[in-house]
């Protein structure tokens, strides 16, 4: 292939790169909001509440992402909503990232000491009050490494959005291995670009648990 | 410390009567009865699984009771619409594993409340936390977080952080276990202080020489009752078998 070919190609691909980005991060904002809820719910006093949420994450973490994805793309239209790939691949990634985050989110509020619940509870402290300012503060430096972590799976798995049509790495490059017909040095180069978006992360969830360690309270 | 005019009724502050409270099958509380003044300082002792620990927590409703009554200023701690935000203000609680919140500085955990719960202004309740600290002799550890301290130091914070909301009646809960011998009387001290106040005070201890020189009342509590309830005296002349072979122990 000629010079210019492969400019055109690779900007192409680093487009559908921006889009996998792009993916990842409204996952992350939207599942993250949902996440948070479901958290809450999970250690909600009310136990019917309590049952619901940790039913919703056993069936969306024993449920494919590729079949989540499938039910709002294919399933949804069937039911007279009509869903785009971006809406599909938004709302099912969102999902997913709800049950896992929350999951472990659940565990960051829960490892909080019940002590620091009571002490705030005796300073006369509202329940909201003793989330917002003594527990979740806590939490959140428990919940940041395994969160940024998780980032990494949220990345790959906007893979699956190509199934639906759309244009996301993984796809761009379908369509340009359709074109030249390359597949071992495409590929080879989505792969070199997924870890380039992973490998930081990777780091700074490892860095990040270091410091945690190192920052441990007695 | 009590005034001439108060009927003896309402001069008494926390009334525990028939409290009862089990754990599953363990009956931990079978009965106590205690009745603390204005004023007043007690000191309970009495073994592990004695249930002193428990009474104590009951009183601030960290637990909820299975029998009996508890009275606590005007508020029916046993009853179920008992406003728990109004009990806890009147209420200061030390633990003995201080319970600090860790994210905040010292001059932080000590405002936290008075401005979350009191909505006082920010520089009222700085002022307010410096005071407290000052009383405690923390005032140059006032931006220092937690892990900073020494353990004296950290309960010491903790009960300034509980004085910064102005209870009427403070309950200590082991305070200087987890102390080694050198900082429980820098915290002894801060008690100490606050009883020659007049501030009422509830302590779970095992400092029997503190509790002898502080204390008006000694409770000895023995299988979930009050077993023997009487001044420092009791501890030279126990009236019962149970509390001398307990001193036996202790000393």
Redesign the interface.
């Given at each position: 292939m000629g010079a210019s070919f492969a400019v055109g190609y690779l900007m192409f691909l680093l487009k559908g790169a921006v889009w996998t980005v792009g993916l990842s991060l409204i996952a992350l904002s939207c599942g993250g909001v949902l996440a948070f809820i479901v958290a809450l719910c999970r250690i909600a006093p009310n136990r019917w509440l309590r049952l619901v949420t940790a039913l919703y994450i056993q069936i969306i973490q024993g449920t494919p992402v590729l079949v989540i994805i499938f039910l709002t793309y294919f399933g949804l239209p069937s039911l007279g909503w009509s869903v785009s790939p971006l809406l599909a691949a938004s709302l099912s990634l969102s999902v997913y990232v709800s049950a896992y985050l929350g999951e472990s989110w659940r565990s960051s509020l829960q490892s909080v000491?019940r002590?620091?619940w009571?002490?705030?509870?005796?300073?006369?402290?509202?329940r909201a009050?003793r989330m917002m300012?003594?527990v979740l503060?806590?939490a959140i430096?428990i919940a940041t490494p395994p969160t940024v972590g998780f980032m990494v799976q949220i990345i790959k798995n906007t893979s699956l959005a190509s199934i639906v049509g759309f244009i996301e790495l993984v796809r761009a490059g379908q369509i340009v291995n359709n074109t030249i017909f390359q597949p071992f040095l495409i590929y080879l180069l989505i792969a070199v670009l997924y870890f380039a978006m992973c490998y930081p992360l990777s780091i700074l969830s490892r860095r990040l648990e270091v410091s945690a360690g190192e920052k441990a309270?007695? | 410390m009590r005034s001439g005019s108060d009927t003896p009724s309402q001069d008494i502050v926390v009334s525990l009567k028939g409290v009862h409270k089990s754990f599953g099958s363990n009956q931990v509380l079978r009965g106590v009865d205690l009745d603390v003044s204005r004023g007043e300082v007690v000191a309970i002792i009495g073994k592990s699984g004695s249930g002193k620990s428990t009474a104590l927590r009951c009183i601030d409703y960290l637990e909820s009771i299975d029998q009996g009554t508890i009275r606590v200023c005007d508020h029916q701690v046993h009853k179920p619409d008992v406003d728990l935000r109004a009990l806890r203000l009147d209420i200061g609680i030390v633990f003995q594993s201080y319970n600090l919140f860790p994210h905040l500085t010292i001059e932080q955990n000590v405002m936290l409340a008075p401005t979350a719960v009191k909505k006082l202004a920010r520089p009222a309740a700085r002022q307010l936390a410096h005071r407290v600290l000052g009383q405690v002799g923390l005032l140059e550890k006032a931006n220092q977080f937690p892990e900073r301290l020494s353990g004296g130091q950290q309960q010491r914070a903790a009960i300034a952080r509980s004085l910064a909301m102005e209870p009427k009646i403070m309950l200590f809960d082991e305070v200087t276990s987890a102390l080694d011998p050198q900082l429980t009387g820098e915290v002894l001290r801060v008690i100490e202080d606050l009883a020659n106040k007049g501030m009422t005070m509830i302590m779970v201890t095992h400092e029997m020489n503190f509790a002898r020189k502080i204390a008006d009342t000694i409770v000895f509590m023995h299988e979930g009752k009050v077993w023997e309830k009487g001044g420092a005296h009791i501890l030279n002349s126990p009236g019962t078998p149970e509390l001398r072979e307990f001193l036996q122990h202790e000393l």
């Open positions: 000491p002590a620091q009571e002490a705030a509870e005796c300073l006369a402290l509202s009050q300012k003594v503060p806590q430096r309270y007695a | -």
